[in-house]
């Protein structure tokens, strides 16, 4: 069964240095990956995803995301985080066979 | 704006009563995906439609119910409410079945019911 796990529940990071939000995958055959972000009482916006080609892909807002086949990973990143960048990431996986699964989300704060 | 509009934004009501949530989906999209975002199970998925067939169901208990209509919008029924329904719920659309595609999920805003 596909699964996909956030090992981390809570990032903190300074404004202006480089940011990581962690996710892993498990999945039958070849995975779609997603990240998506939920601001305060909004729902899930859509910031990348990976399908096939490039192992790095780019994203809204300045983020990108390294998709890592061996280590079975989909890791967000951010060269230079901003206080506006705290919001809760999903990342999500869904492969050919069933429909998408969510992580349990990670909170992202940047302080100033 | 992801072009997903729900309907309310909010909803308070009591325990044991029914509501209604209301999902448009984006222009030329055919699926429907509902979903329950509560602090303690996180974004639980569901039921799906498509095209105005169930295609999958998810983590969606006996007193929950959906349907899509032929313009593609699409409504979750919620009775006999209990506390514990309390909890965001948001529809998302895609333009194909989703499964066998690399279609994204569009989010609408979320309607937050609240039961007391």
């Known amino acids: 069964a596909q699964s996909v796990a956030q090992p981390e529940d809570q990032v903190n990071v300074a404004e202006g240095n480089p940011l990581t939000v962690k996710c892993t995958y498990s999945?039958?055959?070849?995975?779609?990956l997603f990240w998506y972000v939920q601001y305060p009482n909004r729902g899930l916006q859509f910031l990348l995803k990976?399908?096939?080609?490039?192992?790095l892909v780019k994203g809204s807002y300045g983020f990108e995301a390294e998709f890592n086949k061996s280590q079975t990973s989909f890791h967000l990143k951010k060269p230079s985080a901003l206080v506006s960048d705290s919001a809760l990431y999903f990342c999500?996986?869904?492969?050919?066979?069933?429909?998408?699964?969510f992580g349990a989300g990670t909170r992202l704060t940047v302080k100033p | 704006d992801s072009g997903v509009t729900q309907t309310p934004k909010h909803l308070i009501t009591a325990t044991g009563q029914r509501v209604t949530l209301r999902c448009s989906p984006r222009?030329?999209?055919?699926?429907v995906y509902w979903y329950q975002q509560s602090l303690d199970q996180g974004l639980q998925f569901l039921i799906q439609?498509?095209?105005?067939?169930?295609?999958a169901k998810g983590n969606i208990l006996e007193r929950f119910s959906a349907q899509q209509f032929p313009d593609l919008h699409s409504e979750l029924n919620l009775s006999s409410l209990e506390l514990g329904d309390s909890a965001l719920y948001f529809c998302?659309?895609?333009?194909?079945?989703?499964?066998?595609?690399?279609?994204?999920?569009?989010f609408g805003p979320g309607t937050r019911l609240t039961v007391l």
């Open positions: 998302a659309s895609t333009r194909g079945r989703g499964g066998t595609s690399s279609d994204t999920q569009y």
């Open positions: 999945v039958s055959g070849n995975p779609y």
């Open positions: 990976y399908i096939t080609g490039d192992n």
């Open positions: 999500a996986v869904r492969d050919i066979k069933n429909d998408m699964r």
């Open positions: 222009s030329g999209d055919l699926s």
């Open positions: 439609y498509y095209n105005g067939e169930e295609r």
